[in-house]
């Protein structure tokens, strides 16, 4: 069937809204110098240079990795035998965590942070475990979702039925049977949670500060100071969220497959 | 016995997650309810800070900015993601995959990074700012990235990848049959939209719209990451408020907040019945 013209326009638009900011990024973070001239004058990748020589951005990179990587951790360990308890032996709270979501969702991060403050500022406790905390509630809606999704597809409540009909502990049947079904399908909600968590600014910024520096701070930092820089970053930062989907996407498909 | 163990490791997978929700996700809240009922310094019970939201125009203007912002890039891109992905859903399950995917993964690329972006082509030497200079097109000279005119760009940015990954469902559910069975009864494409597709789809978009209105009403790292705190928006009065060295006031930015989420809730509200319609509608 051949498609009237203007659905190609209207993707178009779209497609291009979305794509010219990411190029002209790309573009400005190998140029060595572009102010007057339409195009750049010429092309260097000094700049990544000059980034990954720069200890205070490897600094803050591991920083970030700590932070996403840990609070993602904490969600996994936390988080997955909590929502499988409850799809398989208290359904009724099903509801509440649901409930639970939509108060995420009415607390974006701004609100949060200011509850937090006021919350824990003068507590003495690290403002960073605060924060990690407040990614643990942030990341809560995506995790939920691909956890009750896994346990669906693999039909857990037989599994766990058959394990315990077999003489397993309800613990070793979690560990042994479950988690190795389930594993693929979290491990691509870890990564979303990951990903959304390496680009958090909000509640690292209210609650922490600027002595604490992620990535997002570093670049924030630098947007006054070298925009070629703070253009490389940000084409690093998009190089990571592509391969984290790609992994992800690529994990779906494997998982779909078998069935 | 074993009763009783499975009882003891329900309750060992449960507990740690209910705790820490309730650190990180109610204490916040009722800390940030009560501390706006309070006067600056936190001294008593009262409702001056509301009060005073209610009577300083500063903080109209700044509710008034954030819903007008807010407003109108959900409206520009719910515009263009109805028309956008209805294309779409036309062509081959490969493009569709790989478009939904390009989506998924600039709606991800939000923030401080995507404000940058826009400095880049946009900005004072901008590669857009540069080449209507240079053909002497005055275009940008009424616009200005680091105003309205700029951050509404922004949101829209941030809000079509979104509106594009919620629309999507909506259009499988309208069933190649019914468009058939329209055609056969001799209605065009045009008409079966308007009488039949239309009605069925609006509740959905009407929903995916007040999503879109929240998301952008909580949005701050974009607009902080422009201008600062000098521009007049909800959230960013609530981060200056709360954690500005000199004019911090707290309690008043806990009432803004505390509104702010007021907001939230009756677009998300509003969201849930228009939901529900739909499902009564087809059930």
């Keep these: 069937m051949k498609k009237p013209f203007y659905h190609y326009i209207t993707i178009g638009i779209v497609l291009l809204y979305l794509l010219i900011p990411l190029l002209g990024t790309f573009q400005y973070s190998f140029a060595t110098s572009w102010h007057k001239t339409i195009l750049p004058e010429g092309f260097t990748i000094k700049w990544y240079v ?52 939509v108060m995420t969702y009415a607390m974006p991060g701004i609100i949060l942070a200011v509850g937090l403050i006021r919350a824990y500022s003068t507590s003495g406790i690290s403002m960073v475990l605060i924060t990690i905390g407040a990614y643990f509630v942030g990341i809560l809606p995506y995790m939920y979702q691909g956890t009750r999704n896994s346990l669906r597809n693999i039909n857990a409540e037989s599994l766990m039925e058959a394990a315990e009909i077999l003489g397993a502990s309800r613990y070793t049947a979690f560990q042994k049977v479950i988690v190795p079904n389930i594993i693929s399908g979290i491990l691509v909600s870890s990564l979303l949670s990951f990903s959304i968590l390496f680009g958090e600014f909000v509640l690292i910024n209210l609650l922490v500060g600027g002595h604490f520096e992620t990535v997002q701070i570093y670049l924030f930092q630098k947007l006054s100071q070298s925009g070629h820089i703070a253009s490389a970053i940000v084409v690093c930062y998009f190089l990571l969220i592509s391969i984290l989907s790609a992994i992800m996407i690529k994990m779906t498909r494997k998982k779909k497959e078998p069935v | ?40 310094g936190g001294s008593g019970f009262t409702f001056k800070q509301y009060l005073e939201i209610f009577q300083n125009t500063y903080y109209h203007q700044a509710f008034k ?9 959900s409206l520009i891109a719910i515009g263009l993601a109805v028309f956008a992905t209805y294309s779409i859903t036309l062509f081959s399950k490969k493009i569709q995959d ?8 600039t709606a991800n690329f939000a923030g401080i990074p995507l404000a940058f972006a826009f400095i880049v082509i946009l900005g004072n030497s901008g590669l857009f700012t540069l080449l209507f200079k240079h053909f002497g097109w005055d275009l940008l000279n009424s616009f200005n990235l680091y ?53 069925i789809i609006l509740p959905s978009i009407a929903g995916t719209f007040s999503i879109l209105f929240a998301n952008a009403m ?36 806990s009432a803004i907040a505390t509104l702010l989420g007021v907001t939230l809730v009756v677009a998300l509200l509003i969201n849930e019945w228009l939901t529900r319609r739909i499902r009564r509608d087809l059930s």
Excluded: H
Excluded at chain 1, 60 to 82: E, H, K, N, W
Excluded at chain 2, 65 to 73: C, E, T, V
Excluded at chain 2, 98 to 105: C, G, Q, S, T
């Design chain 1, 50 to 101: 000059e980034l990954f020589g720069d200890l205070r951005f490897l600094k803050s990179l591991g920083r970030s990795l700590v932070m996403s990587l840990g609070a993602t951790i904490l969600t996994l360990v936390i988080m997955v035998p909590a929502i499988f308890s409850i799809v398989l032996y208290a359904p009724k709270l099903e509801k509440m965590i649901q409930s639970l979501i």
């Design chain 2, 98 to 105: 790989r478009i939904l995917v390009f989506a998924n993964l």
């Design chain 2, 1 to 40: 016995m074993i009763l009783k163990r499975m009882n003891g490791m329900f309750l060992i997978s449960i507990i740690p997650f209910f705790i820490l929700v309730l650190l990180f996700l109610f204490v916040p809240l009722f800390f940030m309810l009560y501390s706006s009922f309070q006067g600056d």
């Design chain 2, 218 to 253: 909580g949005a701050y790292a974009s607009a902080f990451a422009l201008t600062g705190s000098t521009y007049n928006l909800v959230t960013i009065r609530i981060g200056a408020l709360t954690t500005g060295d000199i004019f911090a006031r707290p309690e008043l930015g």
């Design chain 2, 147 to 199: 105003s309205w005119s700029g951050l509404v760009l922004i949101y829209i940015y941030f809000q079509l990848p979104l509106a594009v990954m919620l629309i999507y469902p909506v259009y499988q559910g309208i069933q190649a049959q019914w468009k058939e069975s329209a055609a056969l009864l001799g209605a065009s494409p045009l008409q079966f939209w308007l009488r039949i597709g239309g009605p």
């Design chain 2, 65 to 73: 900015n954030s819903i007008i912002i807010s407003f109108f890039s």
